[in-house]
């Protein structure tokens, strides 16, 4: 079993390879997702910010 | 582009017969009803992206066979293609976006534009970067000054370049209409890179899927690149989306302070 997965990881010698294109990969695209969220969070919440203080001022 | 700017058509015009792809377009460009649409595709394109993300690794790094030439290093193809398809995809998109905003002053096309670009950036950086790591193994080094390359490393100083000026000018109009303008004059690069490595002597291999006479990849490689391709396509489409809506909302507010300097 564990050899098993041993030889996966190594991917006939290419895992050196491999791997860092997956998972840089899975890190680029997880952290646009994360940023994207948190631009998407912010600019609401700073625009509902602003209508309050809006209607504070009325 | 001088012609264009000068030649705006409006909407109100009785004369101009709009086909139905124009009001679609027209009909998008109201910022609540582009909301309300986004929030319901947002759900089903992310959960197309775990799916198809989930499919599409199993098939590339279990079933799928070792190259008789490339070995296993063939399985960087499966995040190394789709990422330049991509690159390649979301600088079109962003063009046409561009140009819609620039013609005919559409809100939302110029924010899709500018949602575009830092995904398109990204799917660039990591065709270039796995592409580094593909080609050591393969041709002895992480990079050579040849054509595909080359142009691919244009595409990605093409997107900051537009980043860069989109964000430069106080007043955002004039950053939306000069990296409009940019965006459109990259697009000649497009072809560039698709051809490039037919036009010129290259190290890196030619296309196997896109090209004429149809793919000349086996079923059992193409199955996991397609659909790694389609869920890097719901991705897009999903962050794309989410990002807009955040440009929807940062317009608002600046609008919205416009309004209170000016009273």
């Given at each position: 079993m564990m050899e098993s997965i041993s030889t996966f990881l190594n991917m006939g010698g290419h895992g050196v390879f491999i791997w860092p294109s997956y998972l840089l990969s899975a890190l680029v695209l997880i952290l646009l997702l994360v940023f994207s969220l948190n631009f998407r969070k912010n600019m609401e919440a700073a625009l509902g910010a602003f209508r309050d203080e809006k209607d504070a001022h009325k | 582009m001088s012609w264009i700017i000068l030649v705006p058509r409006t909407?109100?015009?009785?004369?101009v017969n709009e086909s139905s792809a124009m009001k679609r377009i027209d009909w998008l460009a109201n910022p609540a009803r582009f909301q309300r649409l986004s929030r319901r595709v947002r759900p089903v394109a992310a959960w197309l992206t775990v799916g198809l993300l989930a499919a599409g690794l199993y098939l590339g790094l279990f079933q799928s066979p070792a190259d008789y030439q490339q070995s296993e290093t063939v399985r960087i193809m499966y995040v190394h293609v789709p990422a330049a398809w991509m690159g390649l995809f979301c600088y079109v998109s962003m063009a046409v976006a561009a140009g819609v905003g620039l013609i005919w002053r559409h809100p939302v096309a110029d924010l899709a534009a500018k949602a575009t670009a830092p995904i398109g950036a990204s799917f660039t950086f990591l065709a270039l970067v796995t592409g580094s790591l593909w080609g050591k193994?393969?041709?002895?080094?992480?990079?050579?000054?040849d054509a595909r390359l080359t142009s691919m490393l244009v595409l990605l100083f093409f997107y900051l370049g537009y980043i860069a000026l989109v964000n430069a000018f106080d007043d955002p109009a004039r950053g939306t209409k000069m990296s409009s303008i940019l965006a459109l004059v990259g697009v000649i690069n497009v072809p560039i890179v698709k051809f490039s490595v037919e036009w010129w002597y290259t190290l890196h291999q030619s296309a196997s899927v896109v090209k004429a006479g149809g793919p000349s990849i086996h079923p059992s490689m193409l199955w996991p690149l397609l659909l790694m391709a389609f869920a890097y396509t719901t991705y897009y489409i999903w962050i794309l989306l989410l990002r807009i809506d955040g440009e929807i909302a940062a317009t608002k507010i600046r609008a919205a302070r416009m309004r209170q300097v000016h009273g």
């Open positions: - | 909407k109100k015009d009785p004369k193994p393969m041709w002895g080094t992480y990079w050579v000054w």
